[in-house]
């Protein structure tokens, strides 16, 4: 589980119950809380696959029925040749005639068994396909908050265990509870037919096994979620040591770890072999309760047939039959676990895709203008490098107001919760072009007023106008288009470098992504690398070092050249002397740019037109670097302390 | 492969033979029923032997049934026993076997790999024991014994399982054949999609502020299609699986009622003997089909435990293999007599490049140098976390070599770059330096380390739940809390690799200050950005490159060496 950012560790309350809800491989024997309405919605989407339904229910039924009825005519063919025995010339005609009927009847099975397979990939593998993408989707959507109070662990699990349960449950379950329904039912009307009286053995048998599966399932049942339990531990307790390993080997924890592995190893092993055992016995006794039927069946024909009250061929049949219903009945008592499990792993997915999403009622929208000699702005579809906000008036006409870069905070107040205030009744301004620093300790709320500014989060009282609009009024999207983050955290993709720093602008030329690189000052160590710019980067970079992952992300935004720019802690692992040699880019960058920048590092922010200085939520210093100084208030400390020379 | 994991039994060793013994005992005992049955028919009804004919033989056949009842229950209960053992035997072997991986050996598989190969890997290798077990034991014993019967009934009859069985047994060794290496493009398919997908978790906030949603969600249904595509590719040969065992079971039951028929006339054959050779049809068949689906699940887990026994193999490249146990740290002296280090261990491609450097006990050494210089490689050769590519490091009057890996490790506390607290209270977690710690010492490490302060303002105090990984604390408060964890350890070398770049300054000004106090005997090696935190060190090591570039106390470097002034320059602008 990779750590988090700045901004959660606040959000997140003390004590909140962690730990993952299961690792890889986490399968439980639950049920769903509401079946009927998970399962509804899950139909909803079989809605393109109508015709292979109905297609899949026709093929399941003649499959099975096919099985059901080849049987069936054993009993002929056995009555035909007991006529026979000891002919002379035998007439075979209506024994082949027999013969033709069942392997048409048998080809017809198969055929339909084929059918139904194929048909059933196509809509399992689609259905799949379609949930996965609805909930990336809206994961996409859902406000930073869910972000902050869920664990990636706890997001990929919907991923990896619950689709992959629904799948075997699609996949298999459902045309194998549909074939042993077909064929129990089947093979019971054909054992109706042949014999009543030995159909109410089966019926006293059956009543036995589905007893027994109760009983062995209850227990079976209560040991897996023991052992899913289990499991989910030793997962999470895994991810979280191998996690750290380096640092259990610069403690020499290594025997600490294993004893206590080796605990919820046993734990796991005991539960993992209850429940093993059950499941494992289920099969033998369901299949040798068959046989004892089978064998109380036969001697009862037998008996029955010397008293002349039925034929061999008929007993011949029954018995086929009897020995057809064991595994069907045991395959749908096993079948209805996994699709009961399936729904409860559906019914986790579908309350992620209920999560409201990101709420925007913004209306004002950035479009590219050209600027006409008188001043006016008209929009064009062209990309001028000119921006401006779009707002509607109201009957039909908008009003264009170029995009600068203004941003006012007035009297903002916010919390991640409501009873903990974390930017408290604050206001500030940076016109356009200007350079705002954020300084402070950890904690004070310097990334908060960048998460706002971005709507990431929606304040709690005050406002925040971006030239001169409300930004609760600008739609999100557009909203975040104006502005470009480099954060803390750098996060590169998997891809090029070239791909990595084009995130900034999708349609950027070569030339654009190497001028990016070059204010970075990233081309350097770019060119050096063995591909240059088309070397891969995996693993969000592994391949680099720290600091040169925050190069890359800083041109990244370069490439972006957003009116505002925020800078959040973007060179905190750039050294020094390297951030010395990157300044002029960076200068280059910022020029005619709105910039909040937040730092500790005091040096990052000296030449800032403005630096506030916070403190629990509060601004209690501004001025720019001189003026600070001499105040020798706290930012005179804060500076010094670097240099105290005692 | 089979050889280094079947040891993992351990003393489950016993239930992994009898299981499959007791399958074949329920098998063999199954077999025989139908015989029964056909007697019934063959004596009791057509053979006049009557009811109490019938009634002994009905008997004995529910005798037969309930035996092979109890040794399939026990069977069963073998299983579990056997590849629950297995699993488990298994796990801690592996992770027995990581705890003795150097960072070398961590780096080659990464930590994420590491975890999947614990977890995912490990359920899949169980799955295949007992699929193992179970089927693989039970089909070609049933497949055998039915067939031995069926020869024993009329042998010119089973002629026709001799035509069926290879036929379908090739067609499902080719369906698996042709079908595996598209289960491993599948499996390929399903990496890559959750790679995209933790990705993009991770970096939501990047995809979020360039409003990338869009794109994003394209390239996920890129994969997700692609996967699904994979997955008909794979799928679709092995459901002809089903078919085909259908159309060789129905074809071998008309052969055999057309061919039996014809004897049964000519009087060549009883009636009672083609009932039970119909029934052993069906078993005979099906019991290659399961063959065929075990083989699919082996198949399935080949790549698990092919990736398992990587683990297996590899070779912890840091032992004791040289070390005196007896031996022990004198002081916390360090002499680089001419080092190199190579990650790649290769001598063209040098991370450190003949490093030589004697450092004092007790003295303060800083490292200052640009990003990728080499700073946290040359520390992490102290404590042996890698091994030197050439020349020698002694550490207390030693080669590292020569200590048993766990009393230099206990000699050198090291605070890493990357931080981890584990879940657990913060006490927890600060005794790992030190599992008897008192209270006192506890509170004086945090005191030191700057953290007694905001400890104490939460509610629970050192008893508060840190929740995995450290999230319930700031960045700054980690930081804090992992160096009053490597103090506990009461070192003789303390290494602080940039252990204080999310403190803030006046902070970690009290922390240096602090230990200049508390640990005057301690070796303090300090990695740092800021020119500040190394400005008192009794000796600063300037790095440029893997090589030291310059050595000297603060005044010195200041005025001779070029590139300890520039970044001193860069730190020190607008101060007036």
């Known amino acids: 589980m990779s750590g988090s950012n700045s901004v959660p560790i606040r959000s997140a309350p003390l004590n909140r119950p962690m730990g993952p809800r299961g690792g890889p491989g986490h399968r439980s024997l639950e049920k769903p809380k509401n079946l009927r309405k998970t399962l509804i919605r899950l139909l909803k989407y079989f809605g393109p696959y109508k015709l292979h339904l109905v297609l899949i229910l026709i093929t399941t039924a003649l499959s099975s029925l096919a099985g059901v009825a080849g049987t069936y005519f054993l009993k002929p063919i056995i009555n035909d040749l007991t006529k026979y025995i000891g002919h002379k010339s035998p007439d075979f005609s209506s024994l082949i005639r027999t013969l033709f009927i069942m392997g048409a009847v048998y080809a017809v099975g198969v055929v339909s068994t084929y059918v139904y397979n194929r048909l059933m ?44 349960t629904l799948r075997e449950a699609l996949g298999r379950g459902i045309s194998q509870l549909t074939t042993s329904l077909f064929t129990v039912c089947g093979v019971f009307v054909m054992m109706l037919i042949l014999s009543p009286l030995l159909t109410v053995l089966v019926v006293v048998m059956i009543i036995i ?50 004893e206590e592995f080796e605990k919820l190893n046993e734990n796991l092993r005991s539960s993992a072999c209850s429940a093993q055992t059950f499941s494992g016995i289920l099969m033998p006794i369901m299949g ?11 001697a009862t024909g037998a008996w029955l047939v010397l008293l002349g009250y039925t034929d061999i061929g008929t007993i011949a049949s029954f018995l086929q039959y ?161 502005l470009a983050m480099v954060l803390q955290d750098t996060h590169l993709f998997t891809g090029t470098v070239k791909d990595n720093i084009r995130y900034g602008k999708l349609d950027a030329t070569d030339e654009e992504v190497l001028r990016a690189a070059k204010i970075a000052n990233a081309d350097f160590f770019i060119s050096h690398l063995p591909h240059g710019y088309d070397t891969m980067l995996t693993g969000d970079g592994a391949n680099l070092s720290q600091g040169q992952r925050q190069l890359i992300a800083i041109a990244r935004a370069a490439v972006a050249a957003p009116p505002v720019l925020i800078l959040d802690e973007a060179t905190s692992s750039i050294d020094t002397r390297t951030e010395a040699l990157i300044e002029s880019g960076m200068n280059k960058l910022m020029e005619g740019r709105t910039v909040f920048v937040i730092a500790h590092r005091l040096s990052t922010v000296r030449n800032a037109k403005a630096i506030m200085v916070m403190e629990n939520g509060e601004i209690i210093e501004r001025g720019d670097h001189d003026s600070l100084i001499a105040e020798r208030g706290k930012y005179y400390q804060l500076y010094t302390g670097m240099f105290e020379l005692d | 492969m089979l050889k280094k994991l079947l040891p993992c039994l351990g003393k489950y060793k016993i239930y992994a033979i009898l299981a499959p013994f007791s399958v074949i005992m329920e098998v063999a005992l199954d077999v025989l029923i139908p015989l029964v049955m056909a007697k019934i028919i063959n004596v009791g009804i057509n053979g006049g032997g009557g009811l109490p004919y019938i009634i002994r033989q009905g008997l004995i056949m529910i005798l037969l049934a309930c035996l092979a009842m109890a040794f399939g229950a026990i069977s069963g209960r073998f299983t579990a026993l056997a590849s629950t053992g297995f699993a488990s035997g298994l796990r801690t072997k592996i992770f027995n076997k990581i705890q003795d991986f150097s960072f070398a050996n961590i780096d080659k598989f990464s ?170 049809t069906s078993q005979i068949l099906m019991s290659l089909m399961m063959i065929s689906m075990s083989f699919v699940m082996l198949v399935m887990s080949k790549a698990s435990l092919t990736r398992i026994s990587e683990v297996l193999d590899e070779i912890p490249d840091i032992n004791d293999d040289e070390a005196d146990p007896e031996l022990l740290p004198q002081d916390g002296s360090i002499v680089f007599e001419n080092v190199s280090f190579s990650y790649a261990k290769d001598g063209n491609n040098l991370t450190l490049e003949n490093i030589s450097l004697a450092i004092k006990s007790g003295e303060t050494v800083g490292i200052i140098g640009g990003t990728g210089s080499a700073k946290t490689t040359l520390v992490q050769l102290i404590p042996r976390l890698y091994d030197v590519y050439s020349g020698r490091l002694i550490v207390g009057g030693h080669d590292v070599k020569k200590y048993k890996l766990k009393t230099l490790r206990d000699a050198v506390a090291m605070v890493l770059q990357k931080n981890e607290l584990f879940s657990g209270t913060i006490r927890d977690n600060l005794r790992w330096g030190d599992k008897d710690a008192s209270e006192d010492e506890i509170v004086e490490a945090c005191k030191v380390a700057a953290a007694h302060g905001f400890v104490s303002s939460f509610p629970n105090g050192y008893d508060t739940d840190l929740g995995q990984g450290g999230v319930n604390v700031s960045g700054g408060q980690k930081q804090r809390l992992c160096i009053a964890r490597a103090l506990l350890k009461s070192p003789k070398i303390l290494i602080l690799d940039d252990s204080t770049s999310a403190v803030d ?71 007036a």
């Open chain 1, 121 to 164: 990939l196509i809509v399992s593998t689609g259905t799949m396909r379609n949930i996965r993408i609805d909930m990336f989707r809206h994961m996409q959507d859902l406000p930073m908050r869910h972000y902050d109070t869920h664990t990636h662990g706890e997001l990929m699990s919907l991923y990896t265990n619950d689709t992959d």
């Open chain 1, 209 to 258: 096994m589905t007893l027994t599966i109760k009983k062995i399932g209850g227990q079976s049942a209560k040991f897996f979620s023991k052992q899913q339990r289990d499991l989910g531990k030793i997962n999470g307790y895994i991810e979280e040591m191998i996690s750290g390993q380096k640092v259990i080997k610069v403690f020499c924890h290594e025997e600490e770890t294993i």
């Open chain 1, 288 to 298: 040798n309760l068959a046989y004892v039927n089978y064998a109380i069946t036969a």
């Open chain 1, 322 to 482: 009897t020995r057809s219903f064991s595994h069907p009945i045991t395959m749908i008592s096993q079948q209805f676990n996994t699709l009961l499990g399936a729904l409860a792993g559906a019914e986790r997915i579908f309350e992620m895709l209920d999560l409201p999403a990101e709420e925007d009622d913004g209306f004002v929208t950035l479009v590219n203008v050209e600027v006409s000699p008188d001043g006016t702005l008209k929009e064009t579809s062209r990309k001028t490098g000119v921006w401006a906000w779009k707002s509607p008036v109201g009957d039909g006409t908008y009003v264009y107001t170029q995009v600068k870069g203004d941003v006012r905070f007035n009297n903002v107040t916010f919390g991640y919760s409501p009873d903990k205030i974390v930017i408290n009744n604050i206001s500030l301004f940076a016109k356009p072009g200007q350079k705002i620093a954020l300084v402070g300790s950890t904690g004070a709320g310097k990334t908060t007023i960048t998460n706002l500014l971005n709507r990431f989060y929606d304040i709690d009282q005050g406002e925040i106008l971006y030239d001169g609009i409300p930004i609760k009024n600008i739609r999100k999207d557009d909203l975040r288009r104006s």
């Open chain 2, 111 to 280: 930590t994420a790999s590491l975890i999947t190969r614990l977890t995912t890997d490990i359920t899949s290798a169980q799955m295949a024991a007992m699929t193992v077990l179970r089927i693989a034991v039970r089909a070609p014993a049933l497949l055998i014994l039915t067939s031995a019967m069926a020869v024993r009934i009329n042998a010119s009859l089973s002629v026709v399982f001799l035509v069926a069985v290879p036929i379908l047994a090739l067609v499902l060794a080719f369906i698996i054949i042709k079908a595996f290496p598209r289960f491993l493009v599948m499996l390929g398919k399903t990496d890559k999609m959750n790679s995209d997908l933790q990705e993009n978790l991770i970096a939501i906030r990047v995809v979020k502020s360039f409003v990338r949603r869009d794109y994003e969600n394209e390239k996920f249904e890129f994969s997700a299609t692609e996967l699904q595509d994979a997955q008909r590719r794979a799928e679709k040969l092995l459901i002809l699986n089903m078919p085909c065992m259908q159309l060789a079971m129905y074809t071998c039951m008309i052969a055999v009622s057309w061919l039996g028929g014809k004897q049964i006339v000519s009087g060549n054959m009883l009636t009672g003997d083609l009932m039970s050779f119909i029934s052993y």
């Open chain 2, 505 to 575: 300054t006046a902070t970690d000004q009290s922390i240096r200050q602090a230990l200049r106090g508390s640990h005057r005997d301690v070796t303090k090696i300090i990695i740092a950005q800021r020119i500040a935190s190394v400005i008192d060190a009794d000796k600063i090591i300037v790095l440029e490159d893997g090589k030291i570039d310059a050595v000297g106390t603060h005044e010195e470097l200041l005025n001779t060496n070029r590139i300890y002034k520039e970044v001193y320059e860069s730190q020190q602008k607008g101060v």
